[in-house]
């Protein structure tokens, strides 16, 4: 139900667009189509139930996509062929195309490749498709178009297969040991360590996983008087006395994809988009509001997805570097076994936080483009049953995202500190690189 329900949405978003008074040329260069498209793909990755590290490689990989095709024709934009070694650049379209359809349409075809629900992506290129049919575009463009974007697909995946993703499928998991500072598995799944190997994947524009390696975590200790256990401390009280604001940050910026629930002798799941999601919707709202045309717009989401990408592998390289345990298992073990933190502790090690970097690395990258005046909405988790929240720049927004996982009772002070100087790090890096 919930697939046949992102399919709806597309369509009548896609129909909605038509107008007798439009041309396709006008309904295409609607920088809003490409951020629904995103959006769609989105509900795909989130019915599918993408980790967030996974669901990082289909958004940038996608972007990366449409973004050549726009870039093939723009006086303003390069292929980024140079700069990502062993990419091979798109050569400029021999016949007639919309740049615009063929953005859309390498975009999805990625996505298409890299997530599950086939059906569901062809809905969407079938509904792209239809749009354009359905305004006057002529067919031969469409079909120079359809080719067009074929090619820059092919050329994207032909690279995306030499980033170490398929090895990792099968590299030796995460193990267990007696050692009381490393990270065990939580409540109330006890899964295992999602993604183990993620930092072994090539990044896309950082030059490894460990250019900016953040400083090492406070030594772990059990003394009430070191700075470990303080750390912790502040956790728990927090944790016992949060306040309906910090609650509802928390919830806000919770992002679980795959949330374990009890309800009696029955655990069952629920689904919510990725913290790259969200950073995906925030991405749009801020093109929307600064006026940015279709072509920034692709420039914004692929600066986006490439900082988050990178972030990750960057992310999960410092955790299972020191695969330092959660405050859950800490605050149990030392400070109250009965205590639970407010959101569901996510099943791989606590430091540093990977909500933390990402925001930040997405934020930095969209203030480098449009600027500190950044002031926005943020209403993507509407659909989740979140009210929206306003914030005075994406700046803002990033340190409130990295805040909340200590009120969710997820993550220490530092992990969320060094993270957000990470994520600044990185940001500011795949900018310059891509400008």
């Known amino acids: 139900m919930k697939k046949i329900y992102v399919v709806i949405i597309c369509i009548l978003f896609l129909a ?48 990366l996509a449409a973004y050549e095709v726009m870039a093939s024709k723009s006086v303003k934009y390069r292929s980024l062929s140079k700069k990502l070694a062993g990419f091979n650049k798109l050569a ?61 697909s092919k050329a994207v995946m032909d690279w995306s297969k030499k980033d170490n993703y398929k090895q990792t499928r099968s590299a030796v998991k995460y193990t267990v040991n007696n050692d009381e500072s490393r990270w065990v598995p939580t409540p109330p799944g006890y899964m295992s360590a999602i993604e183990p190997n993620w930092m072994k994947l090539r990044p896309v524009m950082i030059d490894s996983a460990s250019q900016f390696l953040p400083l090492p975590p406070a030594p772990f200790s059990k003394e009430k008087d070191s700075k470990f256990h303080k750390l912790a401390s502040e956790v728990y009280d927090l944790g016992v006395n949060l306040t309906d604001e910090q609650k509802a940050i928390a919830d806000f910026w919770d992002c679980n994809g795959f949330k374990m629930n009890v309800s009696g002798h029955v655990m ?17 709202i801020v093109c929307k509001n600064q006026k940015a045309d279709f072509d920034k717009t692709v420039f914004s989401y692929a600066g986006v997805s490439i900082a988050i990408m990178d972030s990750f592998i960057a992310c999960w390289n410092t955790k299972f570097t020191y695969s330092l ?111």
């Open 268 to 284: 069952f799941a629920t689904k919510a988009m990725t913290p790259g999601g969200h950073w995906m919707g925030i991405t749009g």
């Open 92 to 152: 400029k379209p021999e016949k007639p195309v919309n740049i615009e359809l063929a953005s859309l349409l390498a975009f999805m075809y990625v996505g298409q490749e890299l997530t599950f629900s086939k059906d569901s992506t062809q809905k969407i290129i079938d509904g792209l498709i239809h749009l354009a049919e359905s305004n006057g575009m002529p067919a031969e463009i469409i079909e120079n178009s359809r080719n067009y974007a074929q090619g820059s």
């Open 325 to 435: 345990l959660r405050p859950e298992t800490y605050i149990n073990l030392y400070l109250d076994e009965n205590w639970k933190p407010y959101l569901q502790t996510p099943p791989f090690p606590e430091y540093t936080s990977g909500h933390s970097i990402i925001s930040n690395a997405s934020a930095t990258v969209l203030t480098n483009i449009f600027g500190k005046n950044t002031a926005f909405t943020d209403s993507t988790e509407r659909r989740w049953g979140w009210p929206d929240r306003k914030f005075a720049s994406v700046n803002h927004a990033a340190r409130e995202a990295a805040i909340s996982r200590i009120y969710g009772g997820i993550h220490y002070r530092e992990a969320m500190d060094e993270g957000l100087k990470e994520g600044e790090k990185i940001g500011n890096f795949v900018f310059n690189k891509l400008n």
């Open 16 to 63: 909605s667009s038509c107008s007798e008074d439009k041309d396709y040329e006008t309904v295409f260069k609607n920088p809003e189509l490409y951020s629904q498209t995103v959006g769609s793909l989105t509900d795909v990755i989130t019915y599918d139930v993408f980790s967030p590290p996974v669901a990082s490689r289909i958004y940038a990989y996608s972007n």
